[in-house]
C-alpha cells in the first residue's frame, strides 16, 4: 500500500446539538461511531421528525458546548447559548420549554436513542436554495422529493459519522465564485479540516476517495464518499453572510459535492496539527 502525507490536521469541529453551532476545538477522541458526543442531542419536533436548519435556518442563532470533554460512559453537560445570549443546559427541566418559546412551535431536547431509526425533516421546496430539486436531485422534483430522511440508527447524523474538509478545496471554491467570498470551513460544518498547503485548483477530496486516511498516531478514515451539499451551506451564521452562491458555484462545478464524508476505520485522538496520511 502506498502511503503520501496530504497535510496537516488545521481545525477540529464538535456539534454537540444537530443543527445548531458548535465547538472549536484543539483536540478530540474519535469512537467507533465518530467524534464522542457529536450531534449526541437533537430538537424533536411535534411530528417526531428532527429539526434540521436545512429547514430552519435560525437553528444556526444557537450554539452548544460541552462544559467538559465527553467520555465514553458518559457525556459532560451541554451549554446552549440561546440568540438573545443568555444560557441553559440541555438537562434542564425547563430546556425544551424554553427552546419552544424561541422557536415559535413545541419542540422536545432529546438524547439520540439507540435503537431509533430517526427521522430529519427538510423543506423539498428549499432544501437546495435557488439551484433546485432537479439539478442536485435529478431523479427527484420539488414536488416527489420527501419531506423527511433518515437518519442512521441510534444518531442524529445525516449520513455518516464523520465529515472531512481540505483546505484547497475551500480555496478552489472560492475561486470559482469570486475574491469576496467567504468559503469559510463553518459553512460546511465538518469535523476535520485538514490543511493541503498550496494547491487550489480542483476538489482535492476527489484524490481521496479509493483510499484511506491515517490521522495522528491511531485514526483511520474509510469509506469515503463525496458530500451532497444543501441550502445550510449558504445561511448566516455569527460574523458570516447569507450567500447563495456557495451552493451554485458547487452544483454548477462538483454536482453540489463538497468534502467527504466518511466512517471510522480505526479509532483514537486526533490532535490540531497532526500529519495525514493517504494510503492508496
Same mark, same amino acid.
Given at each position: 500500500?502506498?502511503?503520501?502525507?496530504?497535510?496537516?490536521?488545521?481545525?477540529?469541529?464538535?456539534?454537540?446539538?444537530?443543527?445548531?453551532?458548535?465547538?472549536?476545538?484543539?483536540?478530540f !477522541?474519535? *469512537?467507533?461511531n465518530?467524534?464522542?458526543?457529536d450531534?449526541?442531542?437533537?430538537?424533536?419536533?411535534?411530528?417526531?421528525?428532527?429539526?434540521?436548519?436545512?429547514?430552519?435556518?435560525?437553528?444556526?442563532?444557537?450554539?452548544?458546548?460541552? !462544559? #467538559? %470533554?465527553? =467520555?465514553?460512559? &458518559?457525556?459532560?453537560?451541554?451549554?446552549?447559548?440561546?440568540?438573545?445570549?443568555?444560557? @441553559?443546559?440541555?438537562?434542564? *427541566?425547563?430546556?425544551?420549554?424554553?427552546?419552544?418559546?424561541? @422557536?415559535?412551535?413545541?419542540?422536545?431536547?432529546?438524547?439520540?436513542?439507540?435503537? $431509533?431509526?430517526?427521522?430529519?425533516?427538510?423543506?423539498?421546496?428549499?432544501?437546495?436554495?435557488?439551484?433546485?430539486?432537479?439539478?442536485?436531485?435529478? =431523479?427527484?422534483?420539488?414536488?416527489?422529493?420527501?419531506? %423527511?430522511?433518515?437518519?442512521?440508527?441510534? %444518531?442524529?447524523?445525516? %449520513?455518516?459519522?464523520?465529515?472531512?474538509?481540505?483546505?484547497?478545496?475551500?480555496?478552489?471554491?472560492?475561486? @470559482?465564485?469570486?475574491?469576496?467570498?467567504?468559503?469559510?470551513?463553518?459553512?460546511f460544518?465538518?469535523?476535520?479540516?485538514?490543511?493541503?498547503? #498550496?494547491?487550489?485548483d480542483?476538489?482535492i477530496e476527489?484524490d481521496?476517495?479509493?483510499? $484511506? @486516511?491515517?490521522?495522528?498516531?491511531?485514526?483511520?478514515?474509510?469509506?469515503?464518499?463525496?458530500?451532497l451539499?444543501?441550502?445550510?451551506?449558504?445561511?448566516?451564521? &455569527?460574523?458570516?453572510?447569507?450567500?447563495?452562491?456557495?451552493?451554485?458555484?458547487?452544483?454548477?462545478?462538483?454536482?453540489?459535492?463538497?468534502?467527504?464524508?466518511?466512517?471510522?476505520?480505526?479509532?483514537?485522538?486526533?490532535?490540531?496539527?497532526?500529519?495525514?496520511?493517504?494510503?492508496?
Amino acid at each position: 500500500m502506498r502511503e503520501r502525507q496530504i497535510g496537516v490536521v488545521r481545525e477540529l469541529f464538535r456539534y454537540p446539538v444537530k443543527s445548531m453551532l458548535g465547538e472549536q476545538l484543539d483536540e478530540f !477522541e474519535v *469512537a467507533v461511531n465518530g467524534v464522542l458526543g457529536d450531534r449526541a442531542w437533537g430538537l424533536r419536533e411535534a411530528n417526531g421528525r428532527i429539526a434540521s436548519a436545512k429547514k430552519w435556518a435560525n437553528l444556526f442563532d444557537f450554539r452548544a458546548a460541552y !462544559e #467538559s %470533554s465527553p =467520555q465514553p460512559s &458518559t457525556l459532560a453537560p451541554v451549554r446552549i447559548t440561546l440568540p438573545d445570549g443568555g444560557t @441553559l443546559h440541555a438537562d434542564d *427541566a425547563d430546556a425544551s420549554a424554553r427552546i419552544s418559546a424561541i @422557536l415559535s412551535r413545541p419542540i422536545k431536547l432529546e438524547r439520540a436513542r439507540p435503537d $431509533e431509526h430517526a427521522r430529519g425533516e427538510i423543506d423539498p421546496q428549499t432544501v437546495f436554495g435557488d439551484v433546485g430539486v432537479e439539478r442536485v436531485m435529478p =431523479q427527484f422534483t420539488a414536488a416527489t422529493l420527501p419531506d %423527511s430522511f433518515g437518519l442512521p440508527r441510534g %444518531s442524529f447524523f445525516d %449520513s455518516a459519522t464523520i465529515h472531512l474538509i481540505a483546505t484547497g478545496t475551500l480555496a478552489h471554491l472560492r475561486s @470559482l465564485i469570486g475574491d469576496d467570498a467567504r468559503t469559510d470551513p463553518r459553512r460546511f460544518r465538518p469535523n476535520i479540516v485538514i490543511d493541503t498547503g #498550496s494547491e487550489a485548483d480542483r476538489f482535492i477530496e476527489d484524490d481521496w476517495l479509493e483510499g $484511506e @486516511l491515517r490521522i495522528g498516531g491511531a485514526v483511520r478514515i474509510v469509506k469515503m464518499q463525496p458530500a451532497l451539499r444543501c441550502v445550510m451551506t449558504t445561511h448566516r451564521q &455569527t460574523d458570516l453572510a447569507r450567500d447563495p452562491r456557495i451552493l451554485r458555484a458547487a452544483a454548477q462545478h462538483h454536482s453540489a459535492r463538497v468534502g467527504v464524508f466518511a466512517a471510522i476505520g480505526a479509532p483514537g485522538p486526533i490532535r490540531v496539527g497532526d500529519p495525514v496520511v493517504l494510503a492508496t
